[in-house]
Nanobody, 129 residues
Framework: QVQLVESGGRLVQAGGSLRLSCAAS????????MGWFRQAPGKEREFVAA????????YYPDSLKGRFTISRDNTNNSVFLQMASLKPEDTAVYYC??????????????????????WGQGTQVTVSS
């Protein structure tokens, strides 16, 4: 089992920045690729970013490239999501997830929630206009 706990969500003004954190415990952190997803009320869960076990490769949807950055600290079993130029449409619950998906070069499958084995409880991000 892997336990994931997100933190850092809060109310922020449009144009602002925010950094989310996810602390992992349980199994070996480097056995997992990590991802961030978000879900707004009435909408499906949406892929935000993914990072492989080493941190050397990342993957984003085209719509968020350049504004969101995922990183990880394998020493401290943590993954982060740095968000910039926030917009009201970024308002959602943000979830951290762990995937045993092993490829380091073909990352598109990590955009699918079904690839993930463990999920955190989420942290609320609200962007005011």
């Amino acid at each position: 089992q892997v336990q994931l706990v997100e933190s850092g969500g809060r109310l922020v003004q449009a144009g602002g920045s925010l950094r989310l954190s996810c602390a992992a415990s349980g199994r070996t952190f480097t056995d997992y690729a990590m991802g961030w997803f978000r879900q707004a009320p009435g909408k499906e869960r949406e892929f935000v970013a993914a990072i492989i076990w080493s941190g050397s490769s990342t993957y984003y949807p085209d719509s968020l490239k350049g504004r969101f950055t995922i990183s990880r600290d394998n020493t401290n079993n943590s993954v982060f999501l740095q968000m910039a130029s926030l917009k009201p449409e970024d308002t959602a619950v943000y979830y951290c997830a762990a995937s045993a998906y092993a490829s380091s070069w073909y990352l598109e499958p990590l955009s699918n929630p079904s690839q993930y084995d463990y999920w955190g409880q989420g942290t609320q991000v609200t962007v005011s206009s």
